[in-house]
């Protein structure tokens, strides 16, 4: 499966993470290109490149077609973040910055420790019920978090740290997929050895396209997100989609 159905949007399985992206010229040009490339998929957050990631997106894209996904996250950083007021201020500054009226995936970027699920879930889903959000998901949780985020709202996708090297959220997967959610995994290309080499030397692709093939492997819901700044590497992680790896059991050893 090549692409994969994201908060209402058909999008290739690869999508783009945009932490390090500015308002420079080549950055904005670099996202035009990446779209007419074929990516559909673009994750930012509030606090990106202190926001100049989501203006450099804005910017790029306004006016773009409804069929390129951008998501973007709000909450995160000292405890309080996750306040509703705090979020609703985010919110504007993204739906701003972003130049449209609705966000097609919108993330609680942390869950708050001062802050009960519920409020901060709820600021979001006041932003849904008026047509300025379209889906909802939830950043860095467990099973458990994933299971209370979803007796207040429907949850699209989950977005946590996850690579060929730290699997620590197998459990989350594994959950994602039994429940038809959304697992973005963020850092996917961190992580290598011997089995990644020879299985990009076999065939006859790089080491990243190779660990996204397999986390492409690890189940139908993953759609990781590598960063670039790079229409090259872009292509190269798209390219991930098409790459059988045949017997990959070595490749994870």
Same mark, same amino acid.
């Given at each position: 499966m090549t692409t994969f159905r994201l908060a209402g949007v058909e999008v290739p399985r690869v999508g783009l993470g945009t932490n390090r992206l500015t308002t420079a010229p080549e950055h904005v040009a670099f996202v035009r290109e990446a779209v007419a490339a074929g990516l559909r998929h673009i994750d930012t957050a509030h606090g990106y490149s202190g926001g100049e990631s989501e203006r450099a997106i804005g910017e790029?894209?306004?006016?773009?077609?409804?069929?390129?996904?951008?998501?973007?996250? %709000? %909450?995160?950083?000292?405890?309080? *973040?996750?306040?509703?007021?705090?979020?609703?201020? *985010?919110?504007?500054?993204?739906?701003?910055?972003?130049?449209?009226?609705?966000?097609?995936?919108?993330?609680?970027?942390?869950?708050?420790?001062?802050?009960?699920?519920? *409020?901060?879930?709820?600021?979001?889903?006041?932003?849904?019920d008026r047509g300025a959000i379209r889906h909802i998901g939830i950043s860095a949780v467990s099973v458990e978090q994933i299971e209370h985020a979803r007796q207040v709202v429907p949850i699209a996708a989950v977005q946590n740290h996850y690579n060929l090297a730290e699997r620590e959220h197998d459990d989350v997967v594994d959950y994602c997929e039994r429940e038809g959610?959304?697992?973005?995994?963020?850092?996917?290309?961190? %992580?290598? %050895?011997?089995?990644?080499?020879?299985?990009? *030397?076999?065939?006859?692709?790089?080491?990243?396209?190779?660990?996204?093939?397999?986390?492409?492997?690890?189940?139908p819901v993953v759609a990781p997100i590598p960063g670039t700044r790079s229409i090259d590497h872009l292509r190269e992680n798209l390219a991930a989609v098409e790459v059988d790896l045949g017997d990959a059991d070595d490749i994870a050893a």
């Amino acid at each position: 499966m090549t692409t994969f159905r994201l908060a209402g949007v058909e999008v290739p399985r690869v999508g783009l993470g945009t932490n390090r992206l500015t308002t420079a010229p080549e950055h904005v040009a670099f996202v035009r290109e990446a779209v007419a490339a074929g990516l559909r998929h673009i994750d930012t957050a509030h606090g990106y490149s202190g926001g100049e990631s989501e203006r450099a997106i804005g910017e790029a894209l306004e006016g773009a077609a409804e069929d390129v996904l951008v998501a973007t996250k %709000g %909450g995160y950083g000292d405890a309080g *973040q996750g306040k509703p007021e705090v979020l609703e201020a *985010q919110i504007e500054q993204s739906l701003r910055s972003l130049r449209t009226d609705t966000i097609g995936l919108y993330y609680l970027h942390r869950v708050d420790p001062e802050t009960p699920l519920e *409020q901060s879930l709820g600021a979001i889903k006041a932003y849904v019920d008026r047509g300025a959000i379209r889906h909802i998901g939830i950043s860095a949780v467990s099973v458990e978090q994933i299971e209370h985020a979803r007796q207040v709202v429907p949850i699209a996708a989950v977005q946590n740290h996850y690579n060929l090297a730290e699997r620590e959220h197998d459990d989350v997967v594994d959950y994602c997929e039994r429940e038809g959610i959304a697992f973005v995994p963020y850092f996917p290309l961190h %992580g290598s %050895g011997p089995g990644v080499a020879a299985a990009a *030397q076999r065939l006859g692709v790089t080491e990243n396209t190779v660990k996204l093939a397999w986390l492409l492997r690890r189940s139908p819901v993953v759609a990781p997100i590598p960063g670039t700044r790079s229409i090259d590497h872009l292509r190269e992680n798209l390219a991930a989609v098409e790459v059988d790896l045949g017997d990959a059991d070595d490749i994870a050893a």
